[in-house]
């Protein structure tokens, strides 16, 4: 745990003030997220422990092939699921305005660690404030972010190359050691900041929406283990943990039970997970808005 706290201590700053690089910050105990989020965290691990599993095929207005497409996924069966996705959205009567096949079929694209595409899926099928949709949102923006900074696979590493790139930036050495080929890169302190503060925004929206998919279906294990995820980015950790330890008897079996199980020991000794995310620099350097050398 010592470790976690020292890899994501930086990253779960509020305010980092105008001479960051190089200085230590002056307010270290700010959370990287809002303190309601906080709040929330507790009242929805303790509403999933008492709330019966929430299965989305069964929920009300499920399209006819929810139950096979999420058959497919849990016997891990990630290309079927999209065929039958597929077939559903392309055989619907009005695909313009089949908003549950569409978001469906960005739920198979999500398990099949394609975020962009699920993300277009949703903003086709319009706003919906059911549980899945909600949670998709959420995951799949999360994991496009993810993705844009070098991680892979659906349900990438609990500590991704990404975020040890942003604590080291903020300790003002080592930016680029996350980009292949690069030598040497001078950053200023509002560059520092932007990267950081990117992060900080994407974690707490999309913990956010983690959240408004539990407090729509409080059962729905998906976005309670998303939830815990974003709150060990958030430097939440004891949140993370009570969330980490109500979800354990329900993610046996499960598809992502794996994924799960290696999350679990990483917050138990986050030093193999930091290791790993050290071996091997971004293959390119993506671009974007608020840090250059980052994205």
């Known amino acids: 745990m010592i470790w976690l706290v020292a890899a994501l201590a930086l990253v779960a700053l509020a305010a980092l003030g105008s001479g960051f690089v190089g200085k230590r910050a002056r307010r270290r105990d700010a959370p990287v997220v809002a303190r309601e989020l906080g709040a929330r965290l507790v009242a929805a691990t303790q509403a999933f422990a008492d709330a019966a599993p929430w299965l989305p095929a069964a929920a009300p207005g499920a399209p006819a092939t929810a139950a096979a497409i999420e058959a497919a996924l849990i016997s891990r069966e990630l290309h079927r699921a999209l065929e ?6 392309a055989s619907s009567v009005d695909p313009d305005r089949d908003a549950a096949a569409r978001i469906w079929l960005a739920w198979a694209l999500c398990a099949s660690a394609q975020p962009r595409a699920a993300l277009d899926q949703l903003a086709k ?13 959420a995951r799949a923006a999360h994991l496009h972010f993810e993705h844009g900074h070098g991680a892979v696979g659906a349900v990438p590493p609990l500590i991704t190359t990404g975020d040890l790139a942003v604590v080291t930036l903020g300790r003002g050495s080592g930016g680029a050691a996350w ?4 030598t040497d890169v001078q950053l200023s302190a509002a560059q520092v900041q932007a990267a950081i503060a990117e992060h900080r925004e994407v974690t707490a929206r999309c913990l956010s929406g983690a959240l408004d998919a539990l407090g729509r279906a409080p059962g729905f294990a998906d976005a309670a283990y998303l939830a815990a995820r974003l709150a060990v980015k958030a430097g939440l950790l004891g949140h993370a943990g009570a969330l980490f330890e109500a979800l354990s008897a ?16 990483d917050l138990a000794d986050p030093t193999r997970a930091v290791a790993a995310a050290k071996e091997k620099p971004l293959e390119k350097g993506h671009r974007s808005r608020s840090l250059r050398v980052l994205k």
């Open 84 to 89: 039958i996705a597929e077939s559903a959205l």
């Open 125 to 137: 099928a319009g706003p919906s404030d059911h549980g899945l949709a909600v949670y998709l949102a």
């Open 179 to 182: 980009l292949a080929g690069a």
């Open 250 to 265: 329900r993610m046996i079996g499960r598809p992502d039970g794996d994924a799960f199980e290696r999350d679990r020991k």
